[in-house]
Nanobody
Framework: QLRLVESGGGLVQAGGSLRLSCAAS????????MDWYRQAPGKQREWVAT???????NYADSVKGRFTISRDNAKNTVYLQMNSLKVEDTAVYYC?????????WGQGTQVTVSS
């Protein structure tokens, strides 16, 4: 069993920064790929960023150059550093992974960017 818990969301002005954390309940070294997704009000959940156990990263075009995903396998934690935030980044952000063919999601953390 695996549990993911996000934290770090909040209210920030446009242009500001936040760092989200996703703490896993077990060692993530065996989890090859971990992701961040987000869901804005009235919209479908969308993929934001991915990181592999080896550190390879990939980003949605909408956040490329502004967001950075990282992982600390020793702390069983994945991070999402968000800089130059825009109003359109407002959403609930979710941590996700697929482990032994099951999809695991955190409960989400709210990020609100004001103009």
């Amino acid at each position: 069993q695996l549990r993911l818990v996000e934290s770090g969301g909040g209210l920030v002005q446009a242009g500001g920064s936040l760092r989200l954390s996703c703490a896993a309940s077990r060692n993530i070294f065996s989890i090859n790929v971990m992701d961040w997704y987000r869901q804005a009000p009235g919209k479908q959940r969308e993929w934001v960023a991915t990181i592999t156990v080896g550190g390879t990263t990939n980003y949605a075009d909408s956040v490329k150059g502004r967001f950075t995903i990282s992982r600390d396998n020793a702390k069983n934690t994945v991070y999402l550093q968000m800089n130059s935030l825009k109003v359109e980044d407002t959403a609930v952000y979710y941590c996700h992974c697929n482990w032994y063919r099951y999809d695991y999601w955190g409960q989400g953390t709210q990020v609100t960017v004001s103009s």
